[in-house]
């Protein structure tokens, strides 16, 4: 059967891989991770396969309709988030209209979350196929394929007559060796030089060696939506097996980002994973999320092994907002962590987040002390995003804390991150203005701009990232007062 996956028109650089999906002033561009691990799925299972990447390759709804119509596609697979879902809706509709024999099925955190409220949004959309969905969309080729009944494709949630049916929850994938390499995929049908993380060199790859989180950080969609809290891992064997294949296969890249929720949960395998790269001399850069409890010997080690940056969601620098939303880390680990990366010569990109529960003004100066005080390399301030599916989403629901019930409002008029939430002395408004003049009171500071100077000065090799960063983010940067809403 042929089977087109699709990462749908939006807004130019739009990330729908993020955690946050949006436009963000960086310039990074995420590659369409998930649907990549389910089109290597599809082709492992003898499916006739193109992956099209609409976003990356400036592709409007006309010409995407005119490739699918050429490849005769039976199922076209959607990507979809929450800030998109409305434009996904209609592009959905849009295909059915001009492809009305296609099965279409949506994919992604939104419509797992809330997949009555997709089916119901578009008579274009024949099923959604919930959280985890590389198996689920194998068995529903296949089932398609043979005139076989729906009702026993787990996971999927579809349309029978008028109906909207829920099969059972498919169980999530236990040996994660058994999926290729999403790097072959890439190879296969995306062009690596259109993708950019502004916090790794260029160009680079995403990939994951791990699914699933065992931690329960309110705000956190991922683990909540799609892949579940049991924490299921490559082996290390595996995860050094696909550096080797990027070096020999794509030997433009010059760094790998671990896209993992937090790389560091298994401390043994971590370590064993780094031997292997030190065994085989790996020559490729990386980078890794990773919780702030990871200690000084791993990081030395990661070093060791090619690692060049950690990045940490710090979120808060007040520890009581960090009990709020189930972070179970202390302020001090966050401190020492720090001082650890430093001491191994990691980088390190320090993630915060404004308007968690508790927060105030004072708390988010605290905040904002901390990151100036400890300096990490580069630095995000955003607005708590709450998507439907989280305990953020409920909490800020119940309380009355959520502004809006349209989805297109997570984001400004430029595709940018808005706030949707607004607490008591604290509104929406205030929320991002803070994010917005801490961002510039951080990259503008004389202490920033002389670490700059002298990281360029004595590591050449970080010019190109760094002008490439600063090219698209300066045009924000500059901003006096509220950007658009």
């Not at 996956?5 to 561009?29: D, E, H, I, M, Y």
């Not at 971590?270 to 990386?286: A, M």
């Not at 503008?444 to 760094?466: D, N, V, W």
Request: aromatic residues 10%.
């Amino acid at each position: 059967m042929k089977v087109l996956l699709v990462n749908p028109p939006f807004l130019k650089n739009f990330s729908r891989s993020q955690r946050s999906p949006a436009v963000t002033k960086s310039g990074t561009l995420y590659y369409p991770i998930w649907l990549s691990y389910a089109a290597g799925c599809l082709i492992k299972n003898n499916q006739e396969v193109r992956l099209i990447d609409a976003v990356a390759e400036g592709i409007d709804t006309v010409c995407l309709i005119d490739q699918a119509k050429k490849f005769k596609p039976a199922l076209i697979v959607l990507d979809t988030s929450t800030p998109s879902i409305c434009n996904d809706l209609k592009i959905a509709d849009k295909i059915k209209s001009a492809m009305p024999g296609s099965f279409i099925v949506l994919v992604g955190t939104h419509v797992s979350a809330l997949p009555d409220e997709a089916l119901d949004g578009s008579a274009g959309v024949d099923a959604v196929a919930r959280g985890e969905y590389d198996y689920t969309l194998v068995e529903l080729a296949k089932r398609l394929e043979e005139g076989g009944d729906l009702g026993g494709v787990r996971g999927l949630s579809w349309r029978s007559k008028s109906k909207i049916e829920h099969n059972a929850q498919r169980e999530t994938i236990k040996n994660l060796d058994c999926l290729p390499f999403v790097s072959s995929v890439y190879k296969k049908f995306l062009n690596v030089k259109r993708y950019f993380f502004a916090a790794s060199d260029y160009p680079m790859v995403q990939i994951i060696t791990g699914r699933g989180c065992r931690f329960n950080c309110f705000f956190c969609v991922y683990p909540q939506v799609m892949h579940g809290h049991l924490y299921r891992k490559r082996s290390p064997q595996n995860v050094a097996d696909e550096f080797n294949y990027i070096s020999k296969e794509l030997p433009q890249v010059r760094e790998v980002v671990i896209e993992d929720d937090t790389f560091s949960i298994d401390k043994t395998r971590l370590s064993k994973i780094c031997d292997l790269l030190i065994k085989n001399k790996n020559t490729l850069k990386w980078n890794a999320n990773v919780r702030v409890d990871l200690e000084f010997n791993l990081m030395e080690k990661m070093k060791a092994a090619g690692c060049r940056l950690l990045i940490a969601g710090f979120e808060s620098a007040n520890q009581q907002i960090l009990d709020n939303v189930a972070k179970g880390v202390t302020r001090a680990r966050a401190e020492q962590f720090f001082s650890d990366a430093k001491r191994a010569g990691l980088l390190v990109h320090a993630a915060f987040m404004a308007g968690n529960p508790g927060e105030t003004f004072a708390s988010l100066e605290e905040t904002f002390v901390m990151a100036k005080k400890n300096l990490p390399d580069t630095v995000q301030f955003f607005p708590l995003m709450v998507y439907p599916g989280t305990k953020a989403f409920e909490w800020a629901k119940e309380r009355g804390f959520l502004k809006t019930k349209d989805y297109r409002r997570w984001l400004t008029r430029k595709g940018l991150h808005n706030c949707v939430i607004s607490l008591p002395g604290l509104s929406a408004g205030q929320i991002r203005d803070w994010c917005n003049r801490s961002r510039r009171r951080y990259y503008l500071s004389f202490a920033y701009l002389f670490y700059k100077l002298k990281q360029m000065i004595i590591h050449p090799g970080q010019i190109r990232r760094t002008v490439k960063s600063f090219l698209s983010f300066s045009r924000h940067l500059f901003i006096r007062g509220r950007e658009d809403d």
